[in-house]
Structure formats: C-alpha cells, structure tokens
Nanobody, 121 residues
Framework: QVQLVESGGGLVQPGGSLRLSCAAS????????MAWYRQAPGKQRELVAA???????NYADSVKGRFTISRDIAKNAVSLQMNSLKPDDTAVYYC???????????????WGQGTQVTVSL
C-alpha cells in the first residue's frame, strides 16, 4: 500500500505565504516525478507544478515567479512554497507521485487526499 499525506494548507490573506508538504510512504521502489495539482470549486483539476527525479521543474503560467516546488528524494517528499498568494489560488491542493512499487512494475499515479488553501481577507 502507498500513501501520500499532505500538510500545510490553511487560510491566508492576499499577499501572504504558505508552504505545502507531502510525504509518500509504504511499499515504494522508486518515485519518478512528483507534482502538485489544484482544483477550485466548479473547475477542473489543474497542474500547478511538477518536478522530475533529476530536479527539472515545470510550473503553470499563473504561478510562475510566485511558487517554488522542491523535493527530498531520500524522504520521498515534495514541497510547494507559495508566495504572493492571490484569491484565485484558493483551491484544494493535491500531491501526486508517479512511482513504481517494485522493480518489475510499470509506473503508476498516486494521489494524496488534498489540503485546502483559502486566500481571503
């Protein structure tokens, strides 16, 4: 069994900062890419930021320059530092990992349960 557990969401004023963290645990052979997605009410889930095992990153245009994704390979963890938050950033944020549970497996997607981020006065 594999679990991804997120933490760090909450309520913050516009212009403020939050840091999300996610740790993967369980039967894991190798994690390839890790990412953060978000889903606002009435909208589709969208990619916020992703990071490969080699450290290459990719960001949604709407968060470039404000959010930074990082990972700790040894701890099977990924973080998202969110600065200059805007009301439009309000959403449930989900951690995602593309991983193999053992050497013979094909990679598969795993998701966390989500953490709420609300940006409001």
């Amino acid at each position: 069994q594999v679990q991804l557990v997120e933490s760090g969401g909450g309520l913050v004023q516009p212009g403020g900062s939050l840091r999300l963290s996610c740790a993967a645990s369980g039967s894991i052979f190798r994690i390839n890419a890790m990412a953060w997605y978000r889903q606002a009410p009435g909208k589709q889930r969208e990619l916020v930021a992703a990071i490969t095992r080699g450290g290459s990153t990719n960001y949604a245009d709407s968060v470039k320059g404000r959010f930074t994704i990082s990972r700790d390979i040894a701890k099977n963890a990924v973080s998202l530092q969110m600065n200059s938050l805007k009301p439009d950033d309000t959403a449930v944020y989900y951690c995602n990992a593309d991983l193999r549970r053992n050497w013979a497996d094909r990679p598969d997607d795993y998701w966390g349960q989500g953490t709420q981020v609300t940006v409001s006065l």
